[in-house]
C-alpha cells in the first residue's frame, strides 16, 4: 500500500531505490515457539547461519588486508572472527533452543543481551565498549537467520538502495563514503546535525526527521526519497514513480549544466573577486573539490579521521592525511580545522568518550576537550605544521569564546612548533592562525580574535544553535532554526562588518554558505570568502556571477532594520 511521510529536507535530489533497514537486531526479529521435534532442524538453520557469517568474515578479512585500507578494518574483523567462534554466541543458543524451545533468533538475541548487561559491568572502558562488537557480530548471525545478508561493503552494494534508519550518527553516515547508496532516510536528526552535513557532502539525497519511517517501511520496499522536498513516498503508484523518475532526469540534466561554470570565474556584475572554497571531512574528498574547481579548502573536519576505530591516529598517520590534501591543493589554501569532538561528533577511542555529558552541546567540546587533552592537541598540532611545509595550510580553531583559551591555543601551538625545531622538523613559521566564530559571546565581543589571530570563519551551524538555543540535531525545534531570525542577520552583519574594518579575512564556512538562497544577502552584508561543501560550489557560483555587490549592499542594510520575520523573507526573496 502506498503512503508519504513528511520530514526534513537535508540534502536535495531525488533517489528511487530498494528499502535497507538498519537497526538494532533487537528490534526486529521474531520470537516463536517450536516443537520438540523441531529442534534438530532450527540447531541446524543456526548452524548454517554461523557459516554464512563465518565466510563473509573470511571475504571481508580478504578485502581488508588490501593495500590502502586502514589496519583497523583488519583488526576488527579479527575480534568478530573470534566473538562468532566463541561457545557464548556459537554453542550457548543451541542449548536455549533444546532447552526453551524457541526459534533460534530468539535464542540468539536472548544470549546477546546477557552477554551485554556482562559487558556494561565491566570498568575497563576498552572492554566495556567490545558490547559493539558482540551486538554486531550477532546482527549478521541474524540477518544470516532471516536470509538476508546484504551488507554495506563496497562490493555488496548497489547504488539503488536507500538506507532506512531510526537514526545516524556522523560516524555511520561517513562510511557511506565508501559505498554506493543512492539516498537514506532517518526518523530523528535535524538539518544541520552532522549526518545531514555528511549527506550533502556525499550528494545524495536525503530526509530526516520522519518519525515513523524505520517502523513502517520494510525491507525491500520501493521507495522515493524527494530531498529537496522532504517527503519518502513508499510503494508509489505506476504514476507517482514515472513523475519522480523525470524530475531526476531533469535535475541530473541541472546539475550536468552547471558543470559549465566550472571553470568560470567567481567574479560579480561589478567585478567583485569572490573566493569559493570547499569544506572536507576526509582526504579523499579532494576529487570532489578539483571537479568543483574550488579556490582552496576552507574547512577540513579533522575529527572524521578520528571516528569509526578502537585507537587515535597517530602524529604520522594525520601527517600523511594533511600532506596529501596540501599537496593536492598545490599552494591554494588549506584550512584544517583541529580537532572538533563532542556534542554529535563522538569517537570512541578519545579519552572521556564514554562519558555521558549532561549537555554535551554545552560541555567539553572543540577546542575545550583539546586544552584538556594536551597531547591529543600537541600531537595534532605537530602533524598539522609538519604538513604546513607541502603546501599553503593554515590552522582553524573551533568554538573559541575566551580571550584566555585564544592565548592557550596559541601558547599550544608555540609549543609544538618548538617541539618540532628540537626535532629538526620542518614547516611553515608564519603558518596563519584562524579561529571560529560560533558562540555568540565570540562574535559580540571580537577584540581578541582581531588582535590575536590572521583570520576568522564564522561557523554558521553552531552560531545559530547558540544564539537560538535551539539544538541542531533535534528534530522536534528545527522549525524554530531560522538563519533569516533578525538577530542571527544582525549579528552576521556586524562580525563581518567589524572584521573587514580591522582588514581581517573573514569567511563563512556553515552550511549558509552553501545554500544559493542565502549568497546574495551575504554578499549583501559584505562577505567575499565563502566554503561549503564542493557539491554546493557551482550553485553558488551561478548565483555570484548574476549579483552586483554594490546594488544588494543597500537593499541588505534596510532588510537588517526589519524585525518582522515574514516581511524580511519576503525582502530576501526578491534580492
Ligand atoms: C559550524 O558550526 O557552522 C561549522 C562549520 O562547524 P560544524 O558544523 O562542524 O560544527
Ligand atoms: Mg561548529
Known sequence: MSFTLHGLAVSQGIAIGRAHLISHA??????????????????????????????????????????????????????????????????????????RLCNAEWALVQQMELLVAQFEEIDDSYLRERKHDIVQVVERVLRALLGKPRRLTKKGIDSEIVIVAHDLS?????????????GFVTDLGGSTSHTAIVARSLAIPAVVGLHHARPLVREDDLIIVDGTRGVL??????????????????????????????????????????????NI????????????????IGLFRTEFLFMNRDTLPSEDEQFEAYRLVAKALAGKPVTIRTLDIGADKTARALVGAERQAPNPALGLRAIRYCLAEPQIFLAQLRAILRASNFGKVQILVPMLAHATEIAQ????????????????????E??????????????????????????????????????????RTDESVSHLYDPLHPAVLQLLAQVIQTARKADMPVAICGE??????????LL?????????????????????VMADTGQLAAKVARILRLDDPERIREQVEKL
Do not use: W
Open 26 to 99: 533487537t528490534l526486529e526479529v521474531a520470537h516463536y515457539a517450536i516443537r520438540e521435534r523441531d529442534v534438530p532442524r532450527e540447531i541446524a538453520r543456526f548452524e548454517e547461519a554461523l557459516t554464512t557469517v563465518r565466510n563473509e568474515l573470511g571475504v571481508l578479512n580478504t578485502e581488508a588486508s588490501a593495500p590502502g585500507t586502514p589496519s583497523e578494518l583488519s583488526a576488527l574483523v579479527g575480534v568478530h572472527a573470534l566473538f562468532l567462534d566463541d561457545p557464548l554466541i556459537a554453542a550457548v543458543p543451541k542449548d536455549l533452543i533444546r532447552a
Open 170 to 182: 556522523p560516524a555511520d553516515t561517513i562510511q557511506f563514503k565508501n559505498l554506493k547508496i543512492a
Open 233 to 278: 513516498i513508499v510503494d508509489p503508484d505506476a504514476r507517482v514513480l514515472e513523475e519522480y523518475r523525470l524530475r531526476k532526469r531533469e535535475v541530473e540534466l541541472e546539475r550536468s549544466k552547471l558543470k559549465r561554470l566550472k571553470t568560470a570565474r567567481a567574479t560579480t556584475l561589478d567585478d567583485v573577486d569572490i573566493s569559493l572554497q570547499a
Open 281 to 296: 571531512e576526509l582526504p579523499q574528498d579532494i576529487e570532489q573539490v578539483k571537479d568543483a574547481g574550488a579556490d582552496g
Open 409 to 428: 591555543t596559541l601558547a599550544m601551538i608555540e609549543q609544538a612548533k618548538q617541539q618540532l625545531r628540537e626535532r629538526r622538523c620542518k614547516f611553515d
Open 430 to 471: 608564519n603558518i596563519a592562525i584562524g579561529g571560529m566564530i560560533e558562540i555568540p559571546a565570540a562574535a559580540l565581543a571580537l577584540g581578541p580574535f582581531v588582535k590575536r589571530l590572521q583570520f576568522i570563519s564564522i561557523g554558521t551551524n553552531d552560531l545559530i544553535q547558540y544564539l537560538l538555543a535551539i539544538d
Open 512 to 521: 549558509l554558505a552553501g545554500d544559493p538562497q542565502m549568497t546574495r544577502l
Open 524 to 544: 549583501g552584508m559584505g562577505l567575499r570568502q565563502f566554503s561549503m561543501h564542493p557539491t554546493q560550489l557551482l550553485e553558488v557560483k551561478q548565483q555570484i
